[in-house]
């Protein structure tokens, strides 16, 4: 059974500091072509900001991204799952609390962020190989 952490371990971390701006998170997603970003302080895991996050907390109110912080919109001491953790109880998580992405820890550090398209995808991946492994018996 692979854990979520092996989903990522090959993976560069992406992640913001707290104090950085919307219009800086915004545009390090942008150029990495990512949805969401941890959110860190002090070297630890602080929060969570989203593309979501951005449009509905930045953008539809009429916030400045230049001028706000990434601190003042990210969701705070967001869920997290531990490295060993399997793709079944990551996905059981987002499905329970309604999230998208899910930072991976190891006690406070940061070792990694997986998406429900990341989970799903090798969820799929292990049922076929299990329906293969029963037409062969």
Not at 123 to 128: A, D, G, L
């Amino acid at each position: 059974m692979a854990s979520v952490y092996d989903l990522v371990k090959d993976r560069r971390i992406y992640s913001i500091e707290a104090e950085k701006s919307v219009l800086e998170a915004a545009r390090f997603m942008m150029e990495h072509n990512i949805g969401a970003l941890p959110v860190m302080r002090n070297g630890e895991l602080a929060g969570i900001v989203s593309e979501r996050d951005i449009m509905n907390r930045v953008v539809a109110v009429g916030r400045m991204p230049g001028t706000t912080l990434v601190s003042e919109v990210m969701t705070a001491n967001p869920k997290s799952i531990s490295m060993n953790e399997t793709v079944e109880n990551g996905l059981f998580l987002m499905r329970e609390f309604g999230f998208r992405h899910l930072p991976i820890v190891d006690g406070k550090q940061l070792k990694g962020l997986v998406s429900l398209r990341d989970l799903l995808l090798r969820y799929v991946v292990q049922k076929e190989k299990e329906a293969e492994g029963r037409k062969a018996s």
